[in-house]
């Protein structure tokens, strides 16, 4: 090498970023999230929601593991099998997998879960139940098999298995009635828990008997509760915090103080339900007049920051599941909303209830549609509720023409389409808005997961719900991170719901 050479490289090394991918072992992560948990019960459906289950997923593994684009891959089960009708499927489990406690991992552990989210009943989760409610009986032929015997045919079990319910706790802390915040929560996951305030912080260390390995992980993460958006970016520039989720609204900000932003596209939308049992709502050239007064592009330039996409669907760009096509079935188009208002009988226009969240975001969203809708003749009033009272919209007697919300996506996309558009979805105040629709869904349901077959029926789904406007698509939805620069890794977009994973995240030698 000559003397300019060996001065070049000389010089690159040191003008070299400090590389992420030198974890620090030692090392702790203090993360400031907007999101809280009230208990770490796997089970308690607070724990349910898509956007609370960082820390969850951190300390208890499941079943099966979700990988960031949502397929099912082996977990605390190396494997499983479906009998040819889908009606069983068998589950060979992990060998020499403990829980934090000691307690080891086998088919006992897998059928006290199971038996304990039985007998919580209406007590448990959506998730959680859901999973149980597709059993009606379990076998372990040995210690490490499980033969779960379902009601009927089921594709679903391998998501279902990877979610909440899945989740495995040690049976030591499932003795009594033991529930929510009574529950002592060890699991089987790469971080075992050292302290717990509800609603305000959760401290994780890392456990170095799990079974995937614990190199390169911190020693510690630190999950804090910060509702507030400004709080939770100042906490980085202070170093209070050095991991932290950011509205998007303060990216432009978080860049020019120096931040690394990372935006990580979600299967996560702003999505508008429905009640078609509603005489407006039910009829479609109605459905599709909003769906051409809507200028998604334009909310979402103006109210996404960056992090958003207008979308007509429930997938994000980076999913499998999403179909570029489906965003040119209804363009923004003013003209053709006012002629189809006229051909559903409201020539002098219509009116809309709207079931509003009482949160500055909601309003500002709902706000800028209205403006929209108005425009062409469809005048909106807003029902404003508090947030948890979201469930008023679905439960009898129900409440408002439509709710906006934002869908944190499902780990299977056929939930997805069960709980938006399917007859008695959990966001779904009214009927299926079309019979066709709940037919594909239970076709897709009696697939397996590995049967292109299935691919295709979903694919039917996405394009029948968008052309029947069975939900209004406004804007995708990003969760942003702001952290110092080359310091954070292993916080990949994690399609299967509105939280990303943080069992793999590092932080680098060097950084505090």
Same mark, same amino acid.
């Given at each position: 090498?000559?003397?300019?050479?060996?001065?070049? %490289? &000389?010089?690159?090394l040191?003008?070299?970023p400090? =590389?992420?991918?030198?974890?620090? #072992? $030692? !090392?702790?992560?203090? /993360?400031?999230?907007?999101?809280?948990?009230?208990?770490?019960?796997?089970?308690?459906?607070?724990?349910?929601?898509?956007?609370?289950?960082?820390?969850?997923?951190?300390?208890?593994?499941?079943?099966?593991?979700?990988?960031?684009?949502?397929?099912?891959?082996?977990?605390?089960?190396?494997?499983?099998?479906?009998?040819?009708?889908?009606?069983?499927?068998?589950?060979?489990?992990?060998?020499?997998?403990?829980?934090?406690?000691?307690?080891?991992?086998?088919?006992?552990?897998?059928?006290?879960?199971?038996?304990?989210?039985?007998?919580?009943?209406?007590?448990?989760?959506?998730?959680?139940?859901e999973?149980?409610?597709?059993?009606? %009986? &379990?076998?372990?032929?040995?210690?490490?098999?499980? =033969?779960?015997?379902?009601?009927? #045919? $089921? !594709?679903?079990?391998? /998501?279902?298995?990877?979610?909440?319910?899945?989740?495995?706790?040690s049976?030591?802390?499932?003795?009594?009635?033991?529930?929510?915040?009574?529950?002592?929560?060890?699991?089987?996951?790469?971080?075992?828990?050292?302290?717990?305030?509800?609603?305000?912080?959760?401290?994780?260390?890392?456990?170095?008997?799990?079974?995937?390995?614990?190199?390169?992980?911190?020693?510690?993460?630190?999950?804090?509760f910060?509702?507030?958006?400004?709080?939770?970016?100042?906490?980085?520039?202070?170093?209070?915090?050095?991991?932290?989720?950011?509205?998007?609204?303060?990216?432009?900000?978080?860049?020019?103080?120096?931040?690394?932003?990372?935006?990580?596209?979600?299967?996560?939308?702003?999505?508008?339900?429905?009640?078609?049992?509603?005489?407006?709502i039910?009829?479609?050239?109605?459905?599709?007049?909003?769906?051409?007064?809507?200028?998604?592009?334009?909310?979402?330039?103006?109210?996404?920051?960056?992090?958003?996409?207008?979308?007509?669907?429930?997938?994000?760009?980076?999913?499998?599941?999403?179909?570029?096509a489906?965003?040119?079935?209804?363009?923004?188009?003013?003209?053709?909303?006012?002629?189809?208002?006229?051909?559903?009988?409201?020539?002098?226009?219509?009116?809309?209830?709207?079931?509003?969240?009482?949160?500055?975001e909601?309003?500002?969203?709902?706000?800028?549609?209205?403006?929209?809708?108005?425009?062409?003749?469809?005048?909106?009033?807003?029902?404003?509720?508090?947030?948890?009272?979201?469930?008023?919209?679905?439960?009898?007697?129900t409440?408002?023409?439509?709710?906006?919300?934002?869908?944190?996506?499902?780990?299977?996309?056929?939930?997805?389409?069960?709980?938006?558009?399917?007859?008695?979805?959990?966001?779904?105040?009214?009927?299926?808005?079309?019979?066709?629709?709940?037919?594909?869904?239970?076709?897709?349901?009696?697939?397996?997961?590995?049967?292109?077959?299935?691919?295709?029926?979903?694919?039917?789904?996405?394009?029948?719900?968008?052309?029947?406007?069975?939900?209004?698509?406004?804007?995708?939805?990003?969760?942003?991170?702001?952290?110092?620069?080359?310091?954070?890794?292993?916080?990949?977009?994690?399609?299967?719901?509105?939280?990303?994973?943080?069992?793999?995240v590092?932080?680098?030698?060097?950084?505090?």
């Amino acid at each position: 090498m000559t003397g300019l050479a060996t001065v070049l %490289a &000389m010089l690159a090394l040191l003008a070299a970023p400090a =590389r992420a991918a030198d974890p620090n #072992p $030692n !090392g702790s992560i203090v /993360y400031f999230d907007a999101v809280s948990n009230q208990t770490l019960d796997p089970r308690e459906p607070q724990n349910n929601s898509s956007f609370a289950q960082g820390p969850i997923m951190a300390i208890f593994d499941s079943l099966v593991t979700l990988d960031a684009a949502g397929n099912p891959t082996p977990g605390l089960a190396e494997s499983w099998k479906y009998n040819a009708d889908l009606t069983e499927i068998t589950l060979t489990l992990r060998r020499g997998v403990t829980f934090h406690d000691g307690t080891p991992f086998n088919a006992a552990a897998v059928v006290r879960n199971f038996q304990r989210t039985t007998e919580l009943g209406q007590r448990a989760g959506y998730a959680a139940l859901e999973t149980v409610s597709q059993m009606a %009986a &379990m076998e372990t032929p040995d210690d490490y098999t499980v =033969r779960l015997k379902l009601k009927g #045919p $089921n !594709g679903q079990m391998p /998501y279902l298995l990877g979610t909440q319910g899945g989740m495995m706790i040690s049976p030591a802390s499932l003795e009594g009635d033991a529930f929510g915040s009574s529950l002592k929560p060890v699991g089987a996951g790469p971080f075992k828990v050292r302290s717990f305030e509800s609603n305000v912080r959760t401290v994780m260390e890392r456990y170095d008997g799990y079974w995937g390995g614990a190199a390169g992980r911190p020693a510690t993460i630190e999950h804090q509760f910060v509702p507030d958006g400004r709080a939770r970016l100042n906490a980085v520039r202070s170093g209070q915090a050095n991991l932290a989720l950011i509205d998007p609204r303060q990216i432009a900000e978080a860049k020019s103080a120096g931040f690394a932003v990372q935006i990580n596209e979600k299967n996560s939308t702003w999505d508008i339900y429905l009640n078609v049992k509603r005489q407006n709502i039910g009829n479609l050239k109605v459905r599709q007049a909003f769906m051409h007064a809507l200028d998604r592009q334009a909310v979402s330039d103006a109210l996404g920051y960056g992090a958003s996409k207008p979308t007509a669907q429930l997938f994000a760009q980076s999913s499998p599941m999403y179909d570029a096509a489906l965003e040119e079935i209804y363009p923004f188009d003013q003209a053709k909303a006012k002629k189809l208002l006229t051909e559903a009988g409201y020539p002098n226009g219509v009116d809309i209830v709207w079931v509003l969240l009482n949160t500055p975001e909601y309003k500002q969203i709902a706000e800028a549609v209205q403006a929209m809708m108005g425009e062409v003749g469809i005048r909106i009033k807003f029902d404003v509720v508090d947030v948890s009272q979201y469930i008023t919209f679905r439960r009898p007697p129900t409440r408002g023409d439509i709710m906006m919300a934002r869908w944190g996506g499902r780990p299977d996309p056929l939930q997805s389409f069960q709980e938006v558009t399917g007859t008695g979805g959990s966001v779904n105040a009214g009927d299926a808005a079309s019979p066709e629709i709940d037919a594909l869904i239970e076709k897709a349901r009696r697939l397996d997961p590995a049967d292109p077959a299935r691919t295709a029926v979903l694919k039917q789904l996405a394009r029948l719900t968008t052309e029947l406007a069975a939900h209004f698509g406004i804007m995708t939805r990003s969760n942003v991170y702001a952290y110092k620069p080359g310091c954070i890794s292993g916080i990949p977009a994690y399609l299967p719901t509105g939280n990303d994973r943080i069992n793999d995240v590092k932080i680098a030698v060097g950084c505090k």
